[in-house]
C-alpha cells in the first residue's frame, strides 16, 4: 500500500490500493471470480471469504462527508462522532481533525481495522476502533453519527436505517454523505451541500462527479419528513 493525500482532501493521506498492491488476493484466495459452481464446495469449509477491500479506497460518500466536516468543524467540533462503516476511516480522520472530542470507528472487516489504525497514525489523530457489527443493537454514546456511502446493496441498507432511526429517537444528529447509490432512503433526507469528488473506479478523464451530504430525518407515521422546528 502507498500512502498519498486524498483527492478532493488533501489535508488527510491514506494508505491507497495501486496496481502492485495484490489487494485482488482479500478478493478471492485465488485471484480469481467464483463461478457458481464452486457454490457449496468445500471453499465453504475453511471459513468465511475475504471481504473485499472497501477500506482501500476513498469513496464518493466518505469523500464528500470528510471534505462537509473539515470545511464546517462546527458540525463536530467538541462533539462525539461515530464513523458507521468506516471502511478505511476517512470521515473518522476528518471529524478528528476538525476538532471531535472523541471518534469511535466501527468497522467489520479485520483488514480494515488494521487499515483504520495506520490511517488514524498517519494523520496524527487518536480513533477509537469497534470491530464489529453494531446496527443491530442500541445506539453509542455518541452526539453524531457519520454514515458514508452505506447504501450501495440492499441488505446493508436494510440493517443501517433501523439503527439510524434509533439514533435519531435517542437524540443523535445522522449526517449521510453520497452519490446516489441504489437504496439511498431519499425521502428521508435534506440536503446539507453538494460537492464534487471522485468515485470509486472512476477514470480519471471522465471528471468528478456531484456527490451530497445530508441530515437524516425522521419520518411522520403516515411517510414524509417531520417539519423542523
Known amino acids: 500500500m502507498r500512502i498519498a493525500p486524498v483527492p478532493a482532501l488533501p489535508e488527510i493521506r491514506l494508505y491507497a490500493a495501486h496496481p502492485a498492491s495484490g ?30 477491500p472497501y477500506w482501500a479506497y476513498a469513496w464518493a460518500g466518505g469523500a464528500v462527508l470528510a471534505r462537509y466536516i473539515l470545511d464546517r468543524p462546527k458540525s463536530v467540533a467538541g462533539l462525539r462522532v461515530l464513523d458507521l462503516g468506516a471502511g478505511s476511516g ?27 489504525g495506520l490511517n488514524a497514525a498517519a494523520n496524527g ?7 464489529e457489527d453494531i446496527t443491530a443493537g442500541p445506539p453509542l454514546p455518541v ?20 439503527f439510524l432511526d434509533r439514533c435519531l429517537a435517542a437524540g443523535i444528529n445522522v449526517l449521510i454523505g453520497d452519490p446516489g447509490r441504489a437504496y439511498l432512503p431519499r425521502s428521508r433526507l ?11 473506479g472512476q477514470a480519471k478523464d ?12 425522521p419520518e411522520q407515521p403516515g411517510g414524509g419528513l417531520r417539519s423542523s422546528p
Open 206 to 217: 471522465t471528471g468528478m462527479k456531484p456527490s451530497g451530504v445530508f441530515s437524516f430525518e
Open 90 to 116: 476517512l470521515v473518522g480522520i476528518a471529524a478528528a481533525k476538525a476538532g471531535a472530542s472523541e471518534v469511535i470507528a466501527a468497522e467489520i472487516d479485520p483488514n480494515g481495522v488494521a487499515a483504520l
Open 143 to 162: 452526539d453524531v453519527v457519520a454514515a458514508g456511502d452505506l447504501f450501495y446493496g440492499q441488505d446493508l441498507a436494510d440493517r443501517v436505517i433501523p
Open 23 to 52: 489487494l485482488w488476493r482479500l478478493t478471492h484466495p485465488e485471484g480469481r471470480a467464483a463461478g457458481p459452481e464452486e457454490e457449496g464446495t468445500e471453499a465453504d469449509e475453511d471459513g468465511p471469504e475475504p471481504q473485499p
Open 190 to 200: 435534506r440536503l446539507l451541500a453538494e460537492y464534487q469528488v471522485p468515485d470509486v
Open 125 to 131: 489523530v487518536t480513533i477509537t476502533v469497534v470491530g
